[in-house]
């Protein structure tokens, strides 16, 4: 009680009658504003204390800073106005109906501005009250399917959301008119000023403005009789005094059964007064410590010690002209103001760990992002974090650099194979334990463990992790990196593959113990999704074993983390639904289960899916990594232990580290399939691209940045990745690799038919021509024909050849086999291409025919067609074909799906002098040096030359664009190296002249060629 100032107002009043008055004031108020302020909980009960033992507990704090010396300065309307103010600062918050009623249109404008910062259920309420068009409950609350008690209360926390911040304002309004506002009677007679009513009311208001605006207070102003009262003076020590009662006896446990479970924000105040350990305020100092059960209400603890500091601070810098008098001598110093975090540590004060986004990276994330297909998938994250960090330290501790230098180690050269490297990586394990800490009927809990040797985790780490993405920033573990081999340098960015955790718990705790500093931390990292903590994360440093409970209540004792050794223990509880099956769950798992299982049974297996899967995708992990897993599985049905040794690939005898390229060939096999199939540090991806035409390669990517080639789940090459250049680099690979002494061993260990099918490959890829001294003949390659297997080179025996691809439907596999037997004769060869073939065998044999002086011409029969291949001049392709082309693909806009939007076409004779010398690839039109892949019309047919057809659909015209870079383009691709540029511009103008007559009974081809128009004439057309 604050019996100090009361006593001094009381004996002023005693010495000088003329104070009476303000005496017999306070005697009424004390009583009628304690009793009013008791309806500040209607609207307030999740709020601390806001009744008369708020303000007495003020004006304890403020007799606590003034000392009994000051108090005895104070002149007698100074006392008052203190006592007044103490009581009156809050009674902002006493709502009326009529109040409530006048202010709903403005409650609802303030939820449009707030909503944006709710959400959950108040979020819904505040929707629903957006959304009615008329002020009644049923309009209101249709929409909501809340309890009426429960909507009650969120109104409530929107309603004191409202006044909470109009409060001292409406307590201005308030002490100027109490009984109308409130009806607080209040007894107000002329024998006080109705100016210090104002002023009183003022200096209440102004508790809640920023300091600035308390200095337009009036420092000094005639009050009572002789009597001065300083406003500015009353309204600082108010400020400080409510500042200073943060005791952990603020909130009432009454007041907090009636307000049910508390908001975000209120929880956290109450927090922030139960922290109060130790508490100072005297004349000479002020110090504070707590210890914060929570991040949020360290936060709020820190906001509130910040903002006593700043109000001592900015009241210290205008003190004198804030006093009555000089006399009254100094605020106190602040000294130690100190919230700590329960059992945990921070990295600065006012700083709450907890995960962000680097903006940069973010981005390019989001440019090249796929997503999980499935969440188990998250697990390969976290084990691919692990053997990043333990390649690591292998290379600090047997790199070439280290010195002493260790006995065996590794060279940046050494290959990821070879005998010296497996076994220094074989000394290095992953351990993952999987054990059952809990079942229900519905759900299983799992205890999921992993436990490397790596390098740790320090302090400084930990903040780099925090930043999602930002690892790449850390430079001291960058500069380690960047001396590594480059199959060892980590293949993620730490950070972005650890946050993938969150699909399978909403809390992990890691122990680790740094390489770099010895310290031992233990971190408990929370889901950034989650609406309480929001991706908080709890560290401190531990100097002995230390037991941790992961977020289960019920799971079995956790073994502490030993100090032997470095690396990093990662925990989490991974709940299943024993009543599903995963997505992607592979066959081969649930055709395992579903053996046991009768759906007619509902007992008939008890099996998890989920943990199966994650099992079954660690084994098929370490089946790829480089180093070994240790996995354990308890289930209490199944007890096993598993080491999981990587797959050796140096078993296949096409096995093949190129240093230059960064890529190891896995193998090579021949099937009906020829793909390559790519890996990606053993991991392998769904991509399958058909650059090889005659066989299988198995290529394993040992790229550093795993982010800038594939999609954030791993599963695929990005899109936009550069495949032409990726297959220049398998391609040297497969070359250096039969350049080898393996290779040439590999080679002559196949088969005469997959020997010629490897020569055929360096033929149609145009590789190391020559090609190796020890290849075949690639010309021995054998294929299928109608009349059986033969050898290319036996095909140059025959008068003719019939090549054409096989039809789907019966009316047209007869009419093809009707235009094939008019054409056959005895010394006549029948053979089928290849449905989408790119090139192939068909390749092959148009150039073993071509070297041999044979051509080509078309055979079309009622819809069918056959190429004819032979020593017999003649127009390889007839006009009525071109003008069937140029109407489907021109007209009836049948697009061509390149950047190019042109194909090549066979030349008729006549324009043999645009032929191209490499009719597959052609010069962009914008970019020289970079070449696209063109496609070919008329595909049988890859024999005679070829040239680029002129004209394209671009919008809705069909237009050759500029026929001067077209000529300069064609010019660097022309198969006659003695033709000038001028000719080839002047045969595409004959050309195009005669497309235009062949199309002129076409409307839509006069009219989408607009102005380009020009049919040759009779003449011109026929002249060679």
């Known amino acids: 009680m604050a019996t100090q100032l009361i006593k001094h107002l009381e004996d002023c009043a005693k010495d000088d009658a003329s104070y009476r008055h303000l005496k017999a004031q306070w005697a009424f108020d004390e009583t009628l504003i304690a009793k009013t302020l008791q309806n500040v909980s209607a609207y307030f009960p999740h709020y601390s204390r806001h009744d008369d033992s708020h303000s007495r507990q003020i004006l304890v704090h403020i007799e606590r800073l003034l000392g009994p010396a000051n108090i005895a300065k104070l002149s007698a309307t100074d006392t008052w106005l203190l006592l007044e103010a103490a009581y009156l600062h809050d009674i902002g918050m006493v709502i009326t109906d009529t109040q409530l009623n006048k202010d709903f249109g403005a409650i609802k404008k303030h939820v449009e501005k707030t909503k944006h910062s709710a ?66 009677n209040s007894p107000r007679t002329e024998l006080i000023p109705d100016r210090l009513f104002r002023l009183l009311g003022k200096i209440c208001a102004y508790h809640g403005k920023p300091f600035a605006e308390v200095m337009q207070l009036p420092q000094q102003q005639v009050s009572i009789g002789t009597d001065d009262c300083h406003p500015r003076f009353i309204a600082c020590l108010l400020r400080l005094g409510d500042l200073l009662d943060l005791d952990d006896n603020r909130f009432c446990p009454v007041m907090m059964k009636m307000a049910g479970d508390l908001p975000t924000t209120s929880q956290a105040h109450y927090d922030k007064h139960l922290a109060i350990r130790y508490f100072r305020a005297d004349t000479d100092r002020i110090e504070i410590e707590a210890e914060c059960p929570s991040y949020e209400s360290y936060i709020e603890t820190t906001n509130w010690f910040g903002w006593l500091r700043e109000e001592v601070k900015n009241q210290m810098s205008q003190w004198f002209d804030i006093v009555p008098s000089r006399d009254f001598g100094f605020l106190p110093s602040v000294g130690a103001l100190k919230p700590h975090l329960k059992d945990w540590q921070v990295f600065n004060e006012n700083e709450r760990p907890h995960f962000t986004l680097d903006r940069d990276r973010i981005f390019e994330l989001l440019q090249g992002a796929g997503l999980y297909e499935n969440k188990e998938q998250a697990m390969r994250e976290l084990l691919q974090n692990a053997v990043d960090a333990t390649l690591i330290r292998i290379w600090r501790e047997h790199g070439e650099d280290c010195t002493p230098q260790p006995k065996p180690y590794l060279k940046r050269d050494s290959a990821p194979r070879s005998k010296e490297t497996l076994d220094i990586l074989s000394r290095y394990t992953i351990d993952v334990s999987i054990e059952k800490v809990k079942e229900e009927e519905r759900y299983n809990y799992w205890r999921v463990t992993i436990t490397d040797s790596g390098i740790g985790i320090s302090i400084d780490d930990l903040k780099f992790m925090l930043q999602m993405g930002s690892s790449k920033k850390n430079l001291k573990k960058r500069a380690i990196i960047d001396q590594m081999p480059i199959w060892m340098k980590p293949s993620g960015i730490f950070g972005i593959g650890f946050h993938s955790v969150f699909l399978l718990t909403d809390e992990v705790w890691l122990e680790t113990r740094s390489i770099d500093t010895g310290e031992t931390l233990l971190i408990r990292v929370t889901n950034p999704t989650d609406k309480k903590e929001q991706g908080n994360v709890y560290f401190r440093v531990i100097t002995e074993p230390t037991r941790i409970e992961i977020n289960n209540p019920n799971e079995k004792e956790v073994n502490p983390w030993g100090f032997s050794h470095y690396g990093c223990q990662l925990s989490f509880i991974y709940k299943t639904d024993k009543t599903t099956i995963p997505s992607h769950a592979s066959v081969e798992i649930v055709n395992q289960i579903l053996e046991k299982y009768d759906g007619l049974l509902e007992s008939s297996t008890t099996e998890d899916f989920h943990i199966i899967k994650l099992v079954n995708d660690i084994v098929e992990i370490f089946d790829c990594s480089c180093l070994t897993g240790n996995l354990s599985f308890d289930d209490d049905n199944l007890n096993s232990s598993k080491k999981i040794t990587p797959k050796c690939y140096l078993k296949s005898e096409a096995y093949f580290y190129s240093p230059d390229t960064n890529l190891e060939l896995i193998d090579i096999s021949f099937g009906l399939n020829h793909q390559i199939n790519y890996f990606y540090r053993g991991q392998i991806l769904k991509n399958r691209y058909s650059y090889i035409n005659l066989f299988s390669v198995s290529i394993n990517l040992l790229d550093t940045e795993a982010d800038k080639i594939l999609t954030i789940d791993r599963n695929r090459l990005k899109e936009d990745n550069d495949k032409e250049k990726l297959f220049d680099r398998i391609s040297k690979t497969i070359q250096a690799f039969f350049e080898s002494p393996k290779g040439h061993h590999y080679y002559n260990s196949l088969n005469e038919d997959c020997k010629a099918k490897i020569a055929a490959e360096y033929e149609l890829q145009r590789w190391n021509i020559p090609n190796p001294n020890y290849f075949c003949d690639w010309n021995k390659l054998s294929i299928e024909t109608k009349q059986g297997t033969k050898k290319i080179e036996e095909l140059v025996c025959y008068d003719t050849i019939l090549f054409y691809e096989i039809y789907e439907l019966p009316d047209s596999k007869q009419r093809l086999e009707e235009l094939l037997n008019e054409n056959l004769d005895s010394n006549t060869l029948l053979v089928s291409k290849p449905r989408f073939e790119r090139g192939g065998t068909t390749d092959l044999i148009n150039n073993a025919l071509k070297n041999n002086g044979f051509k080509s011409s078309f055979l079309l029969k009622n819809g069918a067609e056959a190429l004819k291949l032979s020593k017999q001049d003649g127009e390889p392709i007839y006009e009525d074909m071109i003008y069937d082309y140029c109407k489907k693909i021109l007209i009836e806009n049948n697009r061509i799906h390149s950047r190019l939007k042109r194909e090549t076409i066979p030349c008729l004779n006549r324009f043999k002098l645009l032929g191209l010398e490499n009719p597959n690839i052609f010069p962009l039109l914008k970019k020289e040096n970079n070449c696209v892949w063109v496609q070919q019309s008329f595909p049988l047919d890859s024999i005679s030359p070829r040239m680029l057809f002129p004209l394209a659909k671009i919008g809705d015209r069909i237009t050759v664009g500029d026929l001067d870079i077209l000529t300069k383009r064609v010019y660097k691709n022309r198969a006659d190296k003695n033709i000038s540029e001028e000719q080839i511009k002047e045969k595409y103008k004959e050309f195009i002249a005669f497309l235009d007559k062949l199309m002129q009974d076409e409307p839509e081809w006069k009219q989408l060629r607009g102005t380009e128009f020009a049919p040759a004439p009779t003449e011109s057309a026929k002249t060679d």
């Open 119 to 184: 959400h959950g259920d108040t979020l819904i309420l505040m929707e629903a009250l957006l959304a009615s068009k008329i002020d009644t409950a049923s309009s209101v609350f249709a929409t909501v399917y809340f309890s009426p008690l429960y909507t009650y209360k969120l109104w409530r926390e929107i309603v004191a959301d409202f006044y909470r911040s109009q409060h001292p304002d409406r307590a201005q309004a308030i002490i100027a008119q109490p009984f109308a506002e409130i009806g607080l």
